[in-house]
T-cell receptor, first 114, second 117 residues
Framework: AQSVTQLGSHVSVSEGALVLLRCNYSSSVPPYLFWYVQYPNQGLQLLLKYTTGATLVKGINGFEAEFKKSETSFHLTKPSAHMSDAAEYFCAVSANTGGFKTIFGAGTRLFVKA | DAGVTQSPTHLIKTRGQQVTLRCSPISGHKSVSWYQQVLGQGPQFIFQYYEKEERGRGNFPDRFSARQFPNYSSELNVNALLLGDSALYLC????????????????FGQGTRLTVV
């Protein structure tokens, strides 16, 4: 079975500061890992995903994440926060266990202070 | 091109009633997945359909059902509504059998906000 834990339901950073959103996963088979962003009253938008190959994944809007198998982590980072980054971020995991199902974490709300 | 469209955007129902939510996937996408997002939580997988067949089911009671039509649009039905069914219901479409859970992307609609009173 797969599961996702996002550390910190709320994260607050100053504009221009580093953004670090933490995600740990559990999977009995090689996982696919995703980060999604959700703006108020909207659906989810894919930021980036890890499937196979390079463990450092670059996504949209300057975000990137590193897959660390030994730590079962897939933390999301951005070097310099922008006001427009304020949103809810979800880490998700899926795997082929006889069928595909995406499991989402509880989410981390990112606040960006001017 | 139109994205994933869901209707209605908002809905208020009374306990015990039945509700039908609708989703039109992106043109050319054959997979539709449904998720329930309770306030303050991440989306929970309900169903995935591909080529009109159910390919996956989450841990939801039998009051929840869905179907996919020949044009790949989909309906989610919930019977005997409970207060706890109040949530944002998200539909996601994907061109692949994995429904975006593998190495292809899923595209989400803006959701239907269901309130049960």
């Amino acid at each position: 079975a797969q599961s996702v834990t996002q550390l910190g339901s709320h994260v607050s950073v100053s504009e221009g500061a580093l953004v670090l959103l933490r995600c740990n996963y559990s999977s009995s088979v090689p996982p696919y890992l995703f980060w999604y962003v959700q703006y108020p009253n909207q659906g989810l938008q894919l930021l980036l995903k890890y499937t196979t190959g390079a463990t450092l994944v670059k996504g949209i809007n300057g975000f990137e994440a590193e897959f660390k198998k030994s730590e079962t982590s897939f933390h999301l980072t951005k070097p310099s926060a922008h006001m427009s980054d304020a949103a809810e971020y979800f880490c998700a995991v899926s795997a082929n266990t006889g069928g595909f199902k995406t499991i989402f974490g509880a989410g981390t709300r990112l606040f960006v202070k001017a | 091109d139109a994205g994933v469209t869901q209707s209605p955007t908002h809905l208020i129902k009374t306990r015990g009633q039945q509700v039908t939510l609708r989703c039109s996937p992106i043109s050319g996408h054959k997979s539709v997945s449904w998720y329930q997002q309770v306030l303050g939580q991440g989306p929970q997988f309900i169903f995935q359909y591909y080529e009109k067949e159910e390919r996956g089911r989450g841990n939801f009671p039998d009051r929840f059902s869905a179907r996919q039509f020949p044009n790949y649009s989909s309906e989610l039905n919930v019977n005997a509504l409970l207060l706890g069914d109040s949530a944002l219901y998200l539909c996601a479409s994907s061109p692949s059998r994995t429904g975006g859970a593998g190495n292809t992307e899923a595209f989400f609609g803006q959701g239907t906000r269901l309130t049960v009173v």
